[in-house]
Structure formats: structure tokens, C-alpha cells
């Protein structure tokens, strides 16, 4: 079965630009969230959705945001990119239904980011 | 605040036992994840424990919890070169919810 995807795999942008990143959950989970991977670091929480809302959000600033959309998707959107945005976004699942429980988040393999 | 605090790296050599040790400072955890990031991927789930259990066993892995110390430790039995990876510790208060992830352990394994 598939588990949680991403795309793209890997872009790359210049300071200033916008980026939009895309995540498929497992198929009957309703939950995503996002996270910011720095080279070298654990993962930091970006935002979560659940049903469409946003359920929880990190420590980020205004220029990143995101959505959840009917079918469950999501996106990550970043304006005005900083070099400091260069990182791996990853992208979790969760669920009552379909692979799992709601207690586990499986993650993507996530978009490598590079801002030049 | 929240903190999780791994130590930076660990080598072994293949068949004997591996130790990843974490500790947390939130005494509202009620769930606290090990997962596992080879090279270039995403995170793996490996095993997860609530904050009532003492410890959980899952074929070579086992997870012992000590609430009194927060502390959070991963065995891995006879370890295997396939087990190189980057092992994160994380916590969170409710189920489905945010994850906070100490910095990682980079699990080396000699043959």
C-alpha cells in the first residue's frame, strides 16, 4: 500500500522567491502535519491539519503557511524564501482508519529544499 | 519549555547490543516515539510507548521508560550493519498530535 508522499523530491529557489510543496497522506488518514528538517537537526513542527483545520503551529513565522484540502492533501507554501529556509520539509499521516493509529504519524520522505 | 536531549553518536560492533538514551524535560508527555532516518529519507516509526508503561518489547527492540528520571532508552539486540542509522527520540502530549524531536543519535555499526 502507499504510505504518505511527496512531492517535489527535490527544488531548488532563490532568496525572495515562493515555493509550494504538496503531500499525499495514507489513504484513510485525515490528519497532516508538517515539519522543517535543518541539516544535522531533529525535526521542528511546522503546522497540523486535521479536517481541513489547522490543529496546531510551530514556532515559524507569517511566511509559511499551509492547507488541507477535501481529499485530504495538503500543501506548504513559503514566501519570501531566506537562505535559512533550506532544510527538508517532511510531511506526516495520521489516522483513525487505514494504516496505523492516530497515536502514530508515518512519515514521507520528504522535499529537499535548497534556497540559493 | 520543551526539550529532548539525545546523546550525539554511538558505534558498535555487529551482534552486540545497541543503547540509545534520551532524555525529555515535559512531564506531560504522554507518548514518546523512537524513529529511525537513514541517509537521504524520511523518518521511519520504529516503536512508541505510553507515558503509563515501564517498558515495551517489539521483536529485537525494547523500550524503557523512567518517568521519575525522564528518561527514554532503545535497545537494539544483536545489532545488524542495517541498523546504521540516525535514531530520533520524540514526544508528544496527545495522540495524533505535534511531535517534539531531540537532535538525534547516529548509530554506527562495525562489521
Known amino acids: 500500500d502507499a504510505g504518505v508522499t511527496q512531492s517535489p523530491t527535490h527544488l531548488i529557489k532563490t532568496r525572495g522567491q515562493h515555493v509550494t510543496l504538496r503531500c499525499s497522506p495514507i489513504?484513510?488518514?485525515?490528519?497532516v502535519s508538517w515539519y522543517q528538517q535543518v541539516l544535522g537537526q531533529g525535526p521542528q513542527f511546522i503546522f497540523q491539519?486535521?479536517?481541513?483545520?489547522?490543529?496546531g503551529r510551530g514556532n515559524f513565522p507569517d511566511r509559511f503557511s499551509a492547507r488541507q484540502f477535501p481529499n485530504y492533501s495538503s500543501e506548504l507554501n513559503v514566501n519570501a524564501l531566506l537562505l535559512g529556509d533550506s532544510a527538508l520539509y517532511l510531511c506526516?499521516?495520521?489516522?483513525?482508519?487505514?494504516?496505523?493509529?492516530?497515536?502514530?504519524?508515518?512519515f514521507g520522505p520528504g522535499t529537499r529544499l535548497t534556497v540559493l | 519549555g520543551e526539550d529532548v536531549e539525545q546523546s550525539l553518536f554511538l558505534s558498535v560492533r555487529e551482534g552486540d547490543s545497541s543503547v540509545i538514551n534520551c532524555t525529555y524535560t515535559?512531564?506531560?508527555?504522554?507518548?514518546l516515539y523512537w524513529y529511525k532516518q537513514e541517509p537521504g529519507a524520511g523518518l521511519q516509526l520504529l516503536t512508541y510507548?505510553?507515558?503509563?508503561?515501564d517498558m515495551k518489547q517489539d521483536q529485537r527492540l525494547t523500550v524503557l521508560l523512567n518517568k521519575k528520571d525522564k528518561h527514554l532508552s532503545l535497545r537494539i539486540a544483536d545489532t545488524q550493519t542495517g541498523d546504521s542509522a540516525i535514531y530520533f527520540c520524540?514526544?508528544?502530549?496527545?495522540?495524533?498530535?505535534?511531535?517534539?524531536f531531540g537532535g538525534g543519535t547516529r548509530l554506527m555499526v562495525k562489521p
Open positions: 506526516a499521516s495520521s489516522g483513525t482508519s487505514g494504516r496505523g493509529s492516530y497515536n502514530e504519524q508515518f
Open positions: 520524540a514526544e508528544s502530549f496527545n495522540a495524533g498530535n505535534m511531535l517534539t
Open positions: 491539519y486535521y479536517e481541513k483545520e489547522e490543529r
Open positions: 510507548i505510553f507515558s503509563n508503561m
Open positions: 515535559d512531564s506531560s508527555s504522554t507518548y
Open positions: 489513504s484513510g488518514h485525515k490528519s
